[in-house]
């Protein structure tokens, strides 16, 4: 059974916009932070974006202004608007989320995301 369920990857011009969804698990207790990392191809996995149990949001620099992360309490999810997209964003996206409850990060399966023409 997954405990994050990624969606909304795929293939975009560059320019364009996508919005990934991450549904997180009801078994998972005491979510403090929420958030999106994603990897590139012969890179290493970076943070994206992270927002707080107290709505406090984080952005790498390479995604200010075009990205925002939000969450949605009542469905458990948490979501990632990317809009004005280019080629370097093309990488497999992550949804984290850690539990204070737990003591332990939790990480989705990943979602691709190709900008291309």
């Known amino acids: 059974q997954e405990r994050l369920v990624e969606s909304g990857g795929g293939l975009v011009q560059p320019g364009g916009s996508l919005r990934l969804s991450c549904a997180v698990s009801?078994?998972?207790?005491?979510?403090?932070?929420m958030g999106w990392y994603r990897q590139a191809p012969g890179k290493e996995r970076e943070l994206v974006a992270t927002i707080t149990s107290g709505r406090g949001t984080n952005y790498a620099d390479s995604v200010k202004g075009r990205f925002t992360i939000s969450a949605d309490n009542a469905q458990n999810t948490v979501y990632l608007q990317m809009n004005s997209l280019k080629p370097e964003d093309t990488a497999v996206y992550y949804c984290?989320?850690?539990?204070?409850?737990?003591?332990?990060?939790?990480w989705g399966q990943g979602t691709q995301v190709t900008v291309s023409s």
């Open positions: 009801r078994s998972i207790f005491n979510i403090n932070v």
């Open positions: 984290n989320v850690f539990s204070t409850f737990y003591g332990r990060n939790y």
